[in-house]
């Protein structure tokens, strides 16, 4: 087969919607999980849960998400992609099923619940570079990563008009067992078609094998001289003592933060500043709430193609990285801000904040491949400490979200999402200057032990 890495990504692309779907599924159903509206062909259970408990359960999933990061970086780097991504997927998919069971007993169970299932999907990014650093040819890695990590792109786009149709016609439990189901037959396919490395896949043509093998590296991966595996601790201590490392934790921080400033609390402001009847109000939310999402995912492959396009024109990497993680950081910030002054307009709202993230699709040819060009070798470890660094912002926008926005607060409500916003804005530009000063271009001492 000669397309085989091709097929390696769209699997990886998938697998990431499917990553998606499971950590974000209660973010839209709990807007009918909470209340006491009923669908007019479905009576569906609804709890009476506090706002401060509805934003433990928004934020609890990344209380678990954090914890494993850079221990699930390091364990692909030495058991490989394909085992680590695919039972972790495979044990959260099992928490997705016993979710509208926990939701019966307490808001508390599904506290706990989501704890364990971010638990299961904290190594699941981390666990990725390590397979492109394998399966890429550095020509094409631009549109392999773009494309692969459009993904988690396409989880909100499919998800929330998926969750949204579901409420609508059969009621909030059957979001997490529709869910469930379709990523546990990623999983079942994931084991099938994908193998750690190309020279172990038993799919791919000699051409092909010959191909990747020749162009991936560049001679950038080092093998250790004397076969000593270094400590995890140790490796992570010497990471954290570079200064190029906060630059990317920092870029993570800021990228993440936004992220989940619109994904985690973009439907409850939605349902919040939208006005329109009670006839299919879910999907109606969904839609508005998916518009930010779908433009990021179709201009995540138009960047792959021109950040591909220019190196091959003799741009450095670096230069490009810092181009696209400008782009990705930049224009969002501006759309942030302008969003919390025009709720009076939901529509020209969305379509704001749309423009914005659209440009956050360049992440795959900034931060994510400027760590694969410090660290080829422990890719895996090294996003794990950007990325559990940056989902911290995932625990804690719905506490500021719920602190800022309550009805009981000092401030009007519409006052509160404009600070919860800027606050984004702020990060997003502070962590550009640093990408754009000092980000490194060298394969790091700490990758080469």
Same mark, same amino acid.
């Given at each position: ?7 390696? @990504? ?29 669908? @007019? ?58 979710? !509208? ?81 379709? @990523?546990?037959?990623?999983?079942? &396919? ?39 595996? !270094? @400590? ?62 779908? &433009? ?58 749309? &423009? ?56 009007? !409500? ?36």
């Amino acid at each position: 087969m000669q397309c085989m890495r091709w097929i390696v @990504s769209v699997m990886v692309c998938i697998g990431l919607f499917c990553n998606y779907m499971l950590r974000i599924h209660i973010d839209f159903a709990i807007t009918q999980i909470v209340g006491n509206s009923t669908n @007019s062909s479905t009576v569906h259970s609804q709890y009476d849960w506090t706002p401060l408990e509805k934003s433990w359960v928004l934020g609890s999933f990344f209380y678990g998400y954090i914890l494993l990061q850079i221990p699930g970086g390091r364990l692909a780097e030495k058991f490989g992609t394909r085992n680590v991504l695919g039972i972790s997927m495979l044990g959260s998919v099992m928490v997705s099923y016993l979710l !509208p069971v926990l939701a019966g007993w307490s808001p508390w169970a599904v506290v706990a619940a989501r704890i364990i299932q971010g638990l299961l999907l904290s190594p699941t990014y981390p666990s990725i570079p390590p397979l492109y650093v394998k399966w890429t040819p550095l020509q094409e890695r631009s549109r392999f990563v773009s494309f692969s990590y459009s993904g988690s792109n396409l989880g909100p786009v499919l998800t929330y008009p998926l969750c949204g149709v579901i409420m609508d016609n059969f009621g909030w439990e059957m979001v997490f067992y529709t869910t469930a189901s379709l @990523s546990l037959i990623w999983c079942l &396919a994931w084991f099938v078609l994908v193998s750690e490395s190309p020279e172990t896949n038993r799919w791919i043509s000699q051409d092909e094998l010959d191909f990747i093998v020749k162009n991936r590296d560049e001679g950038k991966i080092q093998n250790n001289q004397d076969g000593v595996e !270094p @400590s995890l601790f140790k490796i992570v201590l010497e990471m954290l003592k570079s200064p190029k490392v906060w630059v990317i934790m920092a870029y993570d921080l800021a990228y993440c933060w936004g992220l989940y400033a619109f994904l985690v609390m973009g439907p409850t402001f939605i349902n919040s500043i939208a006005t329109h009847g009670e006839e299919n109000k879910y999907t109606q939310n969904a839609l508005l709430t998916m518009m930010p999402f779908l &433009a990021k995912t179709v201009c995540s492959g138009l960047f792959g193609i021109l950040s591909d396009f220019i190196i091959s024109k003799g741009v450095k990497l670096i230069t490009a990285q810092k181009i696209f993680a400008s782009l990705t950081l930049l224009p969002p910030a501006l759309a942030l801000i302008m969003m919390g002054y025009l709720t009076s307009e939901p529509l020209f709202c969305v379509l704001v904040i749309t &423009a914005g993230f659209a440009f956050a699709g360049a992440t795959g040819c900034g931060g994510i491949q400027n760590i694969m060009l410090q660290a080829p070798n422990r890719s895996g470890t090294f996003l794990g400490i950007s990325n559990g660094f940056g989902n911290l912002s995932g625990a804690i926008t719905p506490l500021l979200a719920n602190w800022l926005t309550h009805p009981d607060s000092s401030w009007d !409500p519409i006052l509160g999402w404009r600070l919860f916003f800027a606050t984004s804005s702020v990060l997003n530009v502070f962590a550009a200057i640093l990408f754009i000063f000092f980000a490194g271009d060298k394969q790091q001492q700490f990758d080469t032990f």
